[in-house]
């Protein structure tokens, strides 16, 4: 280091390291207005650098700097080699140094609307955002676009760094009109703490130390302020969420719930309630290597034992009794589009929130969000870097908490299903009642329900089922073998993922059609329901198997008329009559006695099909099955692939 601590006990000094507290700032503006110089003068005039660094920071200031004979201290940061010959910043660069008073890390986020996205991960995890504007420009697009997108994120506090004073000879006039003008803005956003400075990071005024050029401002330097500004407040202590991220079975004797303290306070003896079994119980202890802890708070990740037995896995969430998250599905956050591939409102995506994952899916946006004017405009999806407020509806309840409330359980990215990308990152803004869900629903699909249309497509229904929505239909003569022929086709086509419905004679009249005998009048009336629920079937691109005997060829056209022709498929089942007398001879002695009246083939004419697509011999029915699925392959009707 170029300065170092004399004379002091170096457990002493790793004692006051450990008890200082961490700020995590980030850095926005516009290209070239210092974001990178006024961080590389804070580490530079902070005494942070190694000797080495300096050297190679000087070195490369003349090869490759941007500013001119004086050190370029944005080299600090700026480590791609795109950013130096560029001279702007591209990705997110953290550092880390340290003071006297606190620690710091620091994200340097990109300027370029281009990189919304570097700059949103930058500041995902920022206290405060240090704005800068040049001096010579004032208030631009640019500077709208970082508050909103700071604003966005959460940050409560905001310095707005006026640099390159120097280049407008230091004017106290110029300073004010910018700081009014950023004001009339910064009033519409959720800023609680604005803070202005004015300086110049290349020469150092009001970096570091308050610089004697600028008489006018009475207020503390950068790093001073930086020192002092209090954001332990800032986490939010009152809401107890502890979503667990894993179970600590190490034996027996031990069960306890590993993660990470997302708000409030719990010590032993507090009450919990487990989501969203709802089941409660107090916490035992908080055991860690060097003891058990008083009491654990936020980012702490700890273990908590309770006295119950209580079943908790991982995604679910201990809480405060008296004090519930939200458990809801249905939400609208805003949210950053962060992948190369375009919003696809069809995609079930997967969401992550705290611990827990579920699917989820974009019910509709209600408007993207320009983030350099401000102003809301309705589209269909959203690209690269777009900012828009949706609704979302997720397959199991998310405990959750408005991200303006709690950060951490109202903050979740979405990642796609099949690339595994990190397509999006999301702030809740809060429930959203059933009542007020959107509606997907186009005027065109409107007219389709008043007639009763579906709104899915029979191409897409036939691209989920890998099928056709037919009707297999088989005649034949009582005892001709069709109903056995017919159920175990039923059953390959189903062990081959086929979806499929049987309907025959005895399971129809047993229930639907218990009323109507067996006179023609009613055995036409029978098989025109028939047709109807095989034709609804087939309409939701289900395979419909029918076994009737259905004698009359007027029948069987009216049958295939209600259905379609194109969807109707005529199997017969040839048998001679002594074949069928031999397979049931109960009932032909029946209606040979008189004992049963309208039997085909006997007291009532059947009348054989001539427009049949297959025809079968009884005798042979393990190859009529093969027959059958080499059909269906061929007409490419199952499987369609």
């Known amino acids: 280091m170029t300065t170092s601590p004399q004379n002091l006990d170096i457990k002493e000094f790793l004692d006051q390291d450990q008890s200082k507290d961490l700020l995590r700032l980030l850095t926005a503006g516009s290209v070239d207005d210092g974001k990178s110089t006024l961080i590389g003068r804070l580490m530079f005039d902070s005494k942070m650098l190694y000797e080495d660094q300096l050297a190679a920071l000087e070195k490369d200031s003349k090869r490759m700097g941007h500013a001119g004979e004086e050190i370029d201290y944005a080299l600090l940061l700026d480590g791609l080699k795109a950013e130096r010959e560029q001279g702007i910043t591209i990705d997110v660069a953290y550092r880390y140094f340290s003071t006297a008073k606190r620690k710091f890390i620091i994200a340097d986020t990109p300027g370029h609307e281009q990189y919304t996205r570097n700059m949103i991960t930058g500041g995902s995890t920022a206290n405060l955002a240090i704005i800068l504007i040049d001096a010579t420009k004032g208030v631009i697009t640019q500077t709208r676009r970082h508050t909103f ?348 993922g086929a979806t499929v419905v049987l309907l025959d004679g005895s399971s129809v009249r047993s229930g639907l059609n218990r009323e109507l005998d067996f006179s023609p009048a009613d055995r036409a009336e029978n098989l025109r329901r028939v047709a109807h629920i095989a034709k609804i079937l087939n309409d939701q691109g289900i395979i419909a198997i029918c076994s009737f005997i259905s004698p009359s060829i007027a029948v069987r056209s009216q049958v295939a008329e209600i259905i379609g022709e194109d969807k109707f498929h005529l199997f017969f089942m040839e048998a001679s009559l002594e074949y069928c007398r031999k397979n049931k001879p109960d009932l032909y002695e029946k209606a040979e006695k008189g004992e049963a009246d309208n039997l085909p083939g006997v007291d009532m004419e059947y009348e054989m099909p001539d427009n049949e697509r297959l025809k079968f011999n009884p005798e042979e029915n393990d190859l009529n099955i093969d027959q059958i699925l080499k059909y269906l392959e061929e007409n490419k009707i199952f499987p369609l692939k």
């Open 149 to 496: 997108l700071v604003s966005l994120l959460g940050i409560k506090h905001v310095v707005l760094a006026v640099n390159k004073m120097d280049l407008v000879d230091f004017s106290q006039k110029i300073f004010d009109d910018i700081c009014t003008d950023y004001k009339n803005f910064v009033t519409q956003l959720d800023i609680p703490d604005v803070e202005f400075i004015p300086l110049s990071a290349l020469k150092g005024d009001n970096v570091v130390d308050i610089s004697g050029k600028m008489p006018w401002y009475h207020g503390k330097s950068m790093l001073e302020f930086l020192e002092a500004v209090h954001v332990s407040s800032d986490r939010n202590y009152d809401d107890f969420r502890f979503p667990v991220q894993f179970v600590l079975r190490p034996d027996r004797d031990f069960r306890g719930f590993a993660g990470k303290v997302a708000s409030g306070i719990v010590k032993p003896g507090d009450m919990v309630m487990a989501l969203p079994s709802r089941k409660t119980s107090k916490v035992k202890v908080i055991p860690t290597y060097d003891g058990n802890l008083e009491k654990a708070f936020p980012p702490q990740s700890v273990t908590l034992v309770l006295e119950d037995e209580i079943d908790i896995s991982r995604g679910e969430m201990l809480v405060n009794p008296d004090n519930l998250p939200r458990m809801e599905r249905h939400f609208e956050a805003m949210l950053v589009w962060m992948d190369e591939e375009p919003m696809d409102l069809s995609t079930q995506f997967f969401l992550k929130q705290t611990t827990n994952t579920t699917r989820a899916r974009i019910d509709m946006l209600r408007h993207k969000v320009d983030v350099n004017t401000l102003e809301k405009s309705e589209v269909q999806k959203l690209t690269l870097n777009e900012i828009g407020r949706a609704v979302f509806t997720t397959a199991k309840p998310l405990f959750f908490d408005p991200y303006k409330k709690n950060k951490n359980t109202g903050s979740f990215v979405l990642i796609h299903p099949v690339t595994n990308n990190t397509v999006a990152v999301g702030m809740i803004l809060d429930k959203l009642e059933s009542k007020n869900l959107p509606s997907r629903i186009s005027d065109i699909d409107k007219e389709k329900i008043k007639k009763g249309k579906s709104l899915i497509s029979i191409e897409s229904r036939q691209a989920k089922l890998n099928q056709k929505g037919v009707t297999i239909w088989f005649t034949g003569l009582h005892g001709s073998g069709k109903n056995e022929l017919a159920f175990s086709l039923e059953k390959k086509l189903f062990d081959n």
